[in-house]
């Protein structure tokens, strides 16, 4: 589904990493660990096309990468994209058919996670793990097959992060792919990629 | 078509929320108006002759005040990837943010005008070209403003810089804008300036989407 090749990245001066190559397949989790500054986020916005990677190649199976960001990929990191003076509903309403989601992948979504009694409540009334469920509702809503995390439980009781771990497995077990940056280890079976030390 | 349409009611509700800023540019666009005649000393006879030209650079003045949140708050809290990551192509989202910029400051705007320009003392007659040319000339405003936003994006001080960027791309509909109330007042045709506006008006759709587009993704960075 996704296959780097020879990527090169670096933050102005400082070079993250080298000649990094790495395949993720349908219905695979991939771990990206690595230290503090070690590049994990860097990468995962490369992949998403935020950051332009100094050398390598970034190929989505058989679709303009562009187009495969687009349409297929989703994208979860430190930042939750919501607005606090925005009621809950409203927000969630935005992301999820913004990315194209039909009104009943909503309703399933606020089902699943369990968002209903937050919805009329204003962004910024909600605790960092409430926004990051609502976030996470997009995912659900919009199917895209490609996820990628970046430390998607951080903000997240152990309840709502094994919840959220039955989810990534679902969409692994229909054929999605999963690339998280993460320190803790994924709640689903995951090859690890260790991208280095930092610097 | 319906991404386009489900961003624009988002940007219209962001632009009332929290205070409704279409009012506070209206309302500073009116106290710029009232403060000039008071400045010059109370002349409305003195005033008119230029009242077209301090009724458009105030028009100005006020489509910068909420420049500044069009796409740094996307930024800031993390919707503009989300937004990149939609199914529209950047340059269409930048377009729609500086219509629906249009739409929630610049009609409001417009639609303010012409009291603007009565109290700096144009005949009331004015009204309806006053309306009409500042509704054309709040979209150029409205599009190379986004385009100084998009450009600004990142910067520690990027009003200041917005600012800066933006109001000597200003100049020309606020010359052709005043230009054309100006032959009005004259009773000639005010077709040849109004034409210039729109010209600009184009200009501006064409240019912003690509190079905004361009400035974002180099934020996002």
């Known amino acids: ?199 | 078509m319906k991404a386009l349409l489900i961003l624009w009611r988002r940007e219209l509700a962001l632009a009332w929320a929290g205070g409704g800023g279409p009012l506070l540019a209206c309302g500073f666009f009116l106290c710029l108006t009232v403060l000039v005649p008071l400045a010059a000393g109370g002349d409305p006879a003195g005033l008119r002759p230029v009242a077209g030209g301090i009724a458009w650079l105030a028009l100005a003045l006020s489509s910068i005040l909420s420049l500044e949140r069009l796409f740094e708050r996307d930024l800031e809290d993390g919707a503009l990837d989300l937004i990149a990551l939609g199914p529209v192509p950047l340059e269409l989202t930048v377009l729609a943010k500086a219509k629906a910029q249009w739409l929630a400051v610049g009609v409001p705007l417009a639609v303010t005008a012409p009291v603007a320009a009565i109290t700096l003392g144009l005949p009331p007659a004015q009204a309806p070209l006053v309306a009409f040319s500042a509704l054309i000339g709040a979209l150029g405003f409205a599009l190379t403003g986004a385009l100084g936003a998009a450009l600004a994006l990142g910067s520690k001080r990027g009003g200041l810089l917005i600012a800066v960027v933006v109001l000597p791309l200003f100049i020309p509909p606020v010359v052709f804008g005043a230009g054309a109330l100006e032959r009005s007042v004259n009773g000639l045709s005010p077709a040849p300036a109004l034409a210039f506006l729109l010209a600009y008006v184009l200009f501006a759709a064409v240019v912003t989407p690509f190079a905004g587009a361009a400035a974002i993704r180099n934020a996002q960075g």
Do not use: Y
């Not at chain 1, 070079?15 to 190559?21: E, N, P, T, Y």
């Open chain 1, 1 to 199: 589904m996704l296959t780097v090749a020879g990527l090169t990245l670096s933050r102005g001066e400082r070079v993250l990493f080298r000649d990094l190559s790495l395949s993720l397949a349908s219905g695979e989790a991939v771990a990206l660990t690595g230290a503090n500054g070690a590049g994990k986020t860097s990468l995962l916005r490369a992949l998403a096309g935020f950051l332009r990677p100094d050398a390598g190649s970034i190929a989505f199976a058989d679709v303009d990468p562009a187009e495969a960001r687009r349409r297929h990929l989703h994208w979860l990191g430190h930042l939750d994209g919501l607005k606090g003076a925005r009621r809950a509903r409203d927000e969630l309403d935005f992301q999820c058919r913004w990315l194209g989601a039909a009104p009943e992948g909503v309703a399933a979504a606020v089902d699943v996670l369990a968002l209903e009694p937050l919805l009329d409540l204003e962004v910024r009334q909600l605790s960092a793990g409430q926004r990051r469920r609502l976030a996470f509702a997009r995912l659900i809503a919009a199917p895209r097959p490609i996820w990628l995390l970046d430390e998607p439980f951080a903000p997240l009781d152990a309840r709502w992060r094994a919840a959220l771990g039955l989810l990534m497995q679902a969409h692994i077990d229909k054929g999605g792919a999963i690339l998280a940056a993460v320190h803790d280890p994924l709640p689903v079976a995951a090859r690890a990629i260790d991208i280095g030390a930092g610097r």
